[in-house]
């Protein structure tokens, strides 16, 4: 396993469309979490997953904003009805089950996103 | 709310200088400190990673140390060169969730 992987890597939409993100963990990873990052900021958090359960959700995630994590394998982050607002990097991580704070995170790369 | 702050937002160095980027957060219950490079338009690769219990890591020609009683951490680089041109990312892992809060970062220039 190389690491987590994003797709795709880059997403031009127009305002209105639906988009959807897919996000794949280290295998052995049971914890998942979706980071937003816009131009000269840190990320910020959006929700996280342990195994399949959803266990916390920022309030920047609006209605329009849904993640869900099958079987607790792989990942997807889907927004509807995309605003300009929503132009934004969208970074994945996941980390092992471990003592708290012994181990990190580790990203993908991430998905560009410009809604036009 | 955790906040975490670095100060200043960018910094132009000469090749082969040593320098310090400075990290503070305002809640001291951290289970670690985790510092990344960000390449522009690119994700984020973990640099160091210092668990609440530890005072300092090193790995190559960087150093990071942590004063949790004081909310603060440095990355030491030593003999930089251009290719360590980047943004520094400090976050600080919290919570039931052990979530990260990150800073802004600060984008280095190393001048040839």
């Known amino acids: 396993d190389t690491g987590v992987s994003q797709n795709p890597r880059h997403k031009i939409t127009k305002r209105g469309q639906n988009v959807t993100f897919r996000c794949d963990p280290i295998?052995?990873?049971?914890?998942l979490y979706w980071y937003r990052q816009t131009l000269g900021q840190g990320p910020e958090f959006l929700t996280y997953?342990?195994?399949?359960?959803?266990?916390?959700k920022s309030r920047l995630l609006s209605d329009r904003f849904s993640a869900e994590r099958p079987k607790g394998s792989f990942s997807t982050l889907e927004i509807q009805r995309t605003e300009q607002g929503d132009s934004a990097m969208y970074l994945c991580?996941?980390?092992?089950?471990?003592?708290?704070?012994?181990?990190?995170?580790?990203f993908g790369s991430g998905t560009r996103l410009t809604v036009v | 709310k955790q906040e975490v702050t670095q100060i200043p937002a960018a910094l132009s160095v000469p090749e082969g200088e040593n320098l310090v980027l400075n990290c503070s957060f305002t809640d001291s219950a951290i289970y670690n400190l985790q510092w990344f490079r960000q390449d522009p338009g690119k994700g984020l690769t973990s640099l160091l990673l210092i668990q609440s219990s530890q005072r300092e890591q090193t790995s190559g020609r960087l150093n990071a140390s942590l004063d949790k009683s004081s909310g603060r951490s440095t990355l030491y680089i030593a003999a930089s060169q251009p290719g360590d041109s980047a943004t520094y990312l400090c976050?600080?892992?919290?919570?039931?969730?052990?979530?990260?809060?990150f800073g802004k970062g600060i984008t280095l220039s190393v001048r040839p």
């Open positions: 997953f342990q195994n399949e359960a959803q266990l916390e």
């Open positions: 991580a996941s980390s092992p089950p471990s003592v708290r704070g012994k181990y990190g995170y580790t």
């Open positions: 295998s052995e990873h049971n914890r």
């Open positions: 976050a600080v892992l919290t919570g039931a969730n052990s979530k990260l809060t």
